[in-house]
C-alpha cells in the first residue's frame, strides 16, 4: 500500500486487510523501487517510521493476552494457582495460605475449570506460559 497516511488506524488497517507492504508517498524512488520487489518476492516491507508503531503496538497486545489469561480467576485462585505450579501438594498449599485442606482443593478444581484443564500438570503449564510470575508481581 502505498499512501499518504501514515496514523495508526489506517496502518492496521491495512496489515489486518492483507497488504504486504505499507509506504508512505514521501518515500524516495530509488526505496520505493525496492518496497516493491521486496512485497514482489513474497516479502513484507514497512515504512521505517511506522515500524516501531507496529512493534509497540503488538508488544501492548502480547501484554493484554496475558493479563486476560487469568481474568477470571480470584486473588485466592491465583495464588492457589501460584503455588500449584511450583509443585506445591494441596496440604502445602493450605498451610502457606492458612486455609482447609479441602478448601484448597476446591480453588484447584476451580481454577482447572476457569483455564479449562484437566490436571496440575496442564494448570502449571498454563501458568508457565502465561508468565504467572510476571502478573502476580
Do not use: C, W
Not at 36 to 42: L, M
Not at 90 to 96: G, L, Q, S, W, Y
Amino acid at each position: 500500500m502505498l499512501t499518504s497516511y501514515g496514523d495508526d488506524d489506517n496502518l492496521f488497517e491495512a496489515i489486518a486487510a492483507g497488504a504486504s507492504g505499507y509506504v508512505l508517498k514521501q518515500i524516495g524512488s530509488n526505496d520505493l523501487i525496492k518496497s516493491i520487489e521486496t512485497v514482489g518476492r513474497g516479502d513484507s516491507t514497512l515504512d521505517p517510521t511506522t515500524t516501531s508503531r507496529v512493534f509497540a503496538r503488538m508488544r501492548e497486545q502480547a501484554r493484554k493476552k496475558e493479563e486476560s489469561a487469568f481474568s477470571e480467576l480470584t486473588e485466592q485462585e491465583l495464588r492457589v494457582l501460584t503455588h500449584l505450579s511450583e509443585g506445591k501438594t494441596n496440604r502445602e498449599i493450605a498451610d502457606i495460605l492458612s486455609l482447609g485442606e479441602g478448601t484448597v482443593r476446591n480453588y484447584v478444581s476451580s481454577v482447572f475449570s476457569k483455564l479449562h484443564v484437566n490436571n496440575r500438570a496442564e494448570a502449571a503449564a498454563y501458568a508457565a506460559a502465561h508468565n504467572i510470575r510476571d502478573y502476580m508481581s
